[in-house]
């Protein structure tokens, strides 16, 4: 986006997820870096976000990932939340950047470093996809371990997200620590009267 200067890409991953941190990374990529596959991670499967997170994690000049808890989610609201864990991300980096991009359209300003909000910037830009890349790997591997303390709620597969599957087992066995109380967790039926 500035030529000659250093740029970091944010994205999160887990906002619309019922259970469990959302999660943010940022990329600092060099300038030659070039990888035709790096595109935005949710129409990558799973085998080739794993291959690229290594490519990602060989050639950064820095990165870094962050969450935010269920707890803080309900504190602050999942936007502003994901807002602080890509701050978190940032300060986490070893170069500090002087340029941030960020995926999506809200952020706040972080250490008063110059940003820009791009709408679908994981298709636009490769430090964002990376931290795309980076944000969904490092949530999925958190669910998955996650899962073998709470097998009922599938998390190894939907990874918290509001599947028919995932919504049946807060039905049937309540909610855990890691559910988000501030999101609609159970559906209410309505009742029709003939």
């Not at 943010?24 to 990888?35: E, H, R, S, T």
């Not at 597969?157 to 909610?175: D, L, M």
């Not at 109380?181 to 009267?193: A, G, H, V, Y």
Request: glycine share 6%.
């Amino acid at each position: 986006m500035k030529s000659g200067c250093i740029e970091a890409g944010c994205d999160e991953a887990g906002r619309g997820c019922l259970a469990g941190p959302v999660f943010a990374a940022a990329v600092i990529l060099p300038d030659d870096f070039d990888c035709i596959e790096l595109i935005d991670s949710k129409q990558l499967s799973e085998k080739k976000r794993r291959e690229l997170r290594l490519v990602i994690e060989e050639n950064a000049l820095s990165y870094s990932v962050a969450s935010c808890s269920p707890e803080e989610i309900d504190q602050q609201n999942i936007l502003w939340a994901s807002v602080a864990a890509m701050h978190k991300a940032l300060s986490g980096l070893e170069i500090t950047p002087e340029h941030i991009i960020v995926d999506g359209n809200r952020f706040k300003s972080f250490n008063e470093i110059p940003y820009s909000c791009v709408v679908k910037g994981d298709a636009k830009y490769q430090s964002v996809a990376a931290a795309s890349i980076l944000a969904k790997t490092y949530r999925d591997e958190y669910m998955k371990n996650l899962h073998l303390r709470f097998p009922e709620y599938n998390w190894d597969c939907n990874k918290g997200y509001p599947t028919p599957a995932h919504k049946k087992a807060i039905r049937e066995n309540g909610i855990t620590v890691h559910h988000r109380k501030s999101f609609n967790l159970f559906e209410r039926q309505l009742e029709i009267d003939f």
